[in-house]
């Protein structure tokens, strides 16, 4: 494992010491105008400098922001190689959008798992899928190490006291309250299937009602604690400090109304979630996911975290990614049914992972688009997801209700059905069990906009960090002492998002590395 800030590809030879201790001073300057230019929230984000504070009030090794998976990956691992860890929480309970998540971790390569469960899997199907499924914004050098190190995460959160159970699932949406593995993302789907052989990778906890998160983050905390770590709730971290070369020195907090601050020997982390509650950031950076309700993310997901890595001269990436979860399943019976544009056309496959689904219609069909059923396919009832639009006894009074151009949905379902009877679709490759002609009356459309259906969304952009979670800065540089993980960097998770449990495995991945590459960096 490298513990060295390794240049990526894009970034430039390291500049001399004199060179870059001035740019970092003058990119924290840069950093706070860029975000000060256009946010309120930035103002009171500005880093401090470190002789502006008369005396610490406390000092620790690593100090970490934020009590959810990157937090929390990051205080376990700190213990583990001697360090003195704190985590600052605001809120006061513990484990935010992590406790509240399905707890699925994207994991395999052959895990104790999927072994037991007679699947076969490899790291490099694994890397395949995840390359291609990413497309042209594949972080690659995080996928390979993410791959890589798969197996090794797996053990270490057994090792920590995650449980799961010898179960596989077969919906596509986990259910099942006894289960632990099953496909979480699209690797059956065209054309990945192909590309890379598919194998279950969703690993969770044994839980009801998708509550996964819950138990992953009791346990996890409960194994920080049992090594040693700190951890504070109702602390909010303010700003970070930075020493007069742009290294982090420190954070100021506000605790139980006083401000206090806190000297950082090895390095701070930032793991305080995205920004899909910053209404401010959503509008500047990601107006597609502002019209999706609902916004799933826990409260604390307020961009202040991503704000300070930019006051210290962070660069951000993919700040306009994040997921639009359209959940058209379970159950599976529609995907049956047409997924059609604005125009009547047939625009995806429809077994397609719902993140992908959501994607597809937010942003390349501008929203606007139904799913189409007919009464052997249709929803047994009443369904909160999606709301009717249109229900007719015949195509074509279906369409016109629709105000769809003439002939074209008739035209959409008639090719669709010639082919689908014979078990195959030829324009998207959806799985044979997922293919029906719709014959039987009536037809429903079902209104697919982000206005009436259910879209839940979160930001997948953030701080640009090494594979080890050192932030970086406008030049490639890394920052000293400052680290991200989870939704305040940008990691694993891009646009479309494809599959559940990417952004659990690198919260607590990147996490991990943090914390290692802060415990061995030379102070
Ligand atoms: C309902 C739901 C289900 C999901 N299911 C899955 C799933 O199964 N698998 C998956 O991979 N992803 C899932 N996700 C997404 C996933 O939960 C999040 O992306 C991930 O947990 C983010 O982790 P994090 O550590 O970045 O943030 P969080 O877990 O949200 O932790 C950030 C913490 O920082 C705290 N904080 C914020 N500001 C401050 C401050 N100023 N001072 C101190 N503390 C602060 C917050 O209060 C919060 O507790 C789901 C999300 C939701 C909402």
Redesign the pocket.
Known sequence: MSLESKPTPDTPAPLSAEVGKRRRFLQAGAGLLAAGSSLSSSAATAALRRQDIKQWDEETDLLI?????????AAIEARRQGQRALV????H??????????????LGGGTPLQKALGFEDSVEAMRDFMLAASGLHAPKEKIAQYCEGSLALFDWLVDNGVRYAQQFSAEKELSHKAASLYY?GGEKNAPFRTLARPAPR?H?PPAEN?T??REL?RVLTASARQLGAQIRTE????QLVLESDGSVAGLR?SQAGRLRHIRARRGVVL????FIHNDEMLALFAPELNRCRPR???????G??ILMGMAAGGRTLRMDHG?AVLPLYPPESVLKGVVVNEKGQRCIAEDSYYGVIGHEMLYRQAGRGSLIVDADCDYPGTDYRVVVQARDASLSGLARQLNLPEGMLEQTVAYYNSHASHGRDPLFGKQAEYLAPLLKPPFTAYDLSPEKAFY?T?TFGGLDTTVDGEVINAWGEAIPGLYA?????AGL?VAPYYA????????CFF?RRAATHAARRKV
């Open positions: 922001m934020g009590s959810g998976i990157g937090g929390i990956a600052l929480e605001k809120f309970v513990l484990g935010g959008s992590s406790a509240l998540s399905g707890g699925v971790c994207y979480c969703g969770v998708q996964g998160g983050m602390v909010e971290v303010r907090v793991a305080a979630g995205g799933w993310g826990h409260a604390g997901h307020q202040i975290g997921f839940a979160q993980a989870g939704r305040c960097s998770p559940s449990g990417l952004s659990i495995g690198d919260g996490g």
